[in-house]
């Protein structure tokens, strides 16, 4: 008995080990979203479950720039992770299409939106979002293989107001 | 060289408890310092020689998302995200909650709560800023851990006659 746990032993402590660092690393600097829907069309394909790294050092510091991709939680529902762009950051002021009118983002909040405003449900519904809701900045596509890439930083013309 | 063999176990072993005292403040507990009076009598130290209570907050209560009425919360401030605030969850998502200045209830949207601080008159919260998004709690406080002479669990505490039954 003795001498198959000391045989067993050095693999358990390898997996506890393994674990304990994969749930840090997980936790602080990096994790991976699977899309779904295609609120971000073009930048995602909606045909398949893509999947994306998330990088969550520029949480620490909130290092976050308008055109990012970003995930946070739904203000809606708190279980579900959300997917958008980055649009405004606090004291921008910015058009909204539909209304015709200009607003400025209050401190602590950020406007987000979806690629493609035809099904994307984001700020311009449920308005600015607060900052603590971000849960990381999508950097790469990871599945399927041929998708691998960057994902670009990428602005839409003339939403924000030059003061 | 036996030394050296010694030196590296010893930074083996430091590594892994911060790496699993990292992970255990991430995802089941951890400790806060509480300061400022809005939650006054819940804690009273912010006066006194401490300059605040130490807490110790649960998470795991944000996996399955159980918070009740009168619970001590943990939150980021909606409208500065390095700020955290502890106040009390008044109300939850879809409750209609009276508040005092006004005749009409507000209906408190999906995914939303309402949280106050227990001295109303010196209390920033739900009253100044709306609801807050469920997204926001980061804990539950549970036990007082300091002054010592407040060491213990901490009540669940509702006030009467706010939730109006619709």
């Known amino acids: 008995m003795a001498r198959i746990l000391a045989a067993v032993w050095p693999i358990v402590k390898g997996c506890i080990t393994g674990g304990v660092f994969g749930i840090t690393i997980a936790d602080w600097s990096a994790s991976y979203v699977t899309l779904h829907g295609a609120s971000m069309h073009p930048t995602f394909d909606p045909q398949q479950a893509e999947r994306a790294l998330v990088d969550k050092r520029c949480l620490h510091r909130y290092h976050f720039s308008r055109g990012d991709v970003v995930v946070f939680r739904s203000p809606r529902d708190h279980r579900e992770l959300v997917v958008k762009r980055l649009i405004a950051l606090p004291g921008d002021w910015i058009q909204i299409p539909e209304k015709q009118e200009i607003q400025q983002i209050p401190q602590g909040r950020c406007w987000v939106e979806g690629d493609n405003a035809a099904t994307s449900f984001d700020s311009r519904s449920y308005g600015p979002v607060p900052m603590g809701l971000l849960r990381g900045r999508v950097t790469h596509i990871i599945w399927p293989p041929h998708r691998i890439g960057r994902v670009d930083r990428k602005m839409p013309e003339g939403r924000i107001v030059p003061l | ?166």
């Not at chain 2, 408890?17 to 009598?41: C, H, K, L």
């Not at chain 2, 300059?51 to 795991?60: P, Q, S």
């Not at chain 2, 539950?140 to 060491?151: E, G, K, L």
């Open chain 2, 1 to 166: 060289m036996r030394t050296y063999s010694h030196l590296w176990s010893t930074t083996k072993r430091s590594a892994m408890a911060f790496v699993i005292g990292v992970s255990i403040s991430d995802r089941w507990a951890n400790f806060t310092w509480v300061t400022g009076e809005s939650m006054y009598p819940t804690f009273t130290a912010a006066n006194s020689f401490w300059g605040g209570d130490f807490v110790l907050a649960e998470k795991r209560c944000l996996e399955q998302c159980k918070f009740s009425h009168g619970d001590v919360i943990l939150f980021k401030c909606p409208s500065n995200h390095k700020e955290m605030l502890v106040k009390r969850l008044i109300g939850l998502p879809g409750e209609k909650i009276q508040l005092p200045g006004s005749l009409n209830p507000t209906k408190i949207p999906e995914g939303h709560c309402w949280v106050e601080g227990d001295n109303s008159t010196r209390s920033w919260d739900s009253r100044a800023f709306g609801p807050i998004p469920l997204g926001l709690v980061q804990g539950r406080v549970t036990h007082i851990i300091w002054p010592p002479s407040r060491i213990g669990r901490l009540e669940r505490k509702m006030h009467e006659g706010r939730i109006s039954p619709d």
